[in-house]
């Protein structure tokens, strides 16, 4: 596996109950700050493998980034089910989002 895998998927395991973080905060802070994109195919591709809390991560303005109705019905289910409030596929980034992260050397 290669270090930013890795880095990824330490870092949403560690990501606390009630909160969110965007995939690109995740990415930044696995230390690329643009590869958004590859923290949502390792979601896709090893949430069920690693059990990772694949519903606590969002798009930069706080929304579900599913288009499939039912795939997001499931994530804001998850989420208010941790207590996060969910408008219209969108979660407040200033109340939920996870910002006591460093980067990654620091963890």
Known sequence: ???FTERTITIIKQIPEGHIMTYGQVARTAGNPR???QVSRI???MSSKYQLPWHRVVNAQGRIAFQDEE???VQQNLLENE???VLHNKVSLETYQYVNHEPYESI
Do not use: I, T
Request: glycine share 6%; aromatic share 0%; hydrophobic share 55%.
């Open 35 to 37: 590869a958004a994109r």
């Open 43 to 45: 979601l896709h591709s």
């Open 83 to 85: 207590g996060v409030l």
């Open 71 to 73: 795939k997001a019905a």
């Open 1 to 3: 596996m290669k270090p």
